[in-house]
């Protein structure tokens, strides 16, 4: 999703935008990233505490994540929109990911 729409905004502004919806696409990736290391961290816990440390990664992530986008509104001002719009395609996936995820089958032992 990242790569469409660096191609998208190659053709409609150019290298600099294509390369900042490209950035903003790894904006999203690196933010995942530091989640699932922290949750990773915690999965030989107790459950409570795993459910603990995956709502302080999330909150580590919307920290990081307000703290990365001004610091591109206020630097990278003209490119701030194919920013943001690379760093929602990478949400868009990892959402529809999830909900192709949360459709499986939760076991194929159901009808014993």
Do not use: Q
């Amino acid at each position: 999703m990242t790569a469409l729409a660096g191609v998208a905004f190659a053709m409609i502004g150019g290298v600099g935008w294509s390369m900042a919806a490209l950035i903003g696409g790894a904006i999203g990736l690196f933010l995942t990233a530091v989640v699932a290391l922290r949750v990773g961290l915690a999965s030989s816990m107790e459950p409570k505490f795993m459910v603990r440390a995956f709502y302080r990664a999330m909150a580590l992530k919307f920290v990081l994540a307000v703290v990365i986008f001004v610091i591109v509104a206020l630097w990278f001002a003209g490119y701030f929109v194919p920013v943001v719009t690379g760093y929602a395609a990478t949400a868009v996936a990892y959402w529809l990911a999830m909900r192709k995820m949360a459709l499986l089958p939760s076991s194929t032992t159901d009808n014993d």
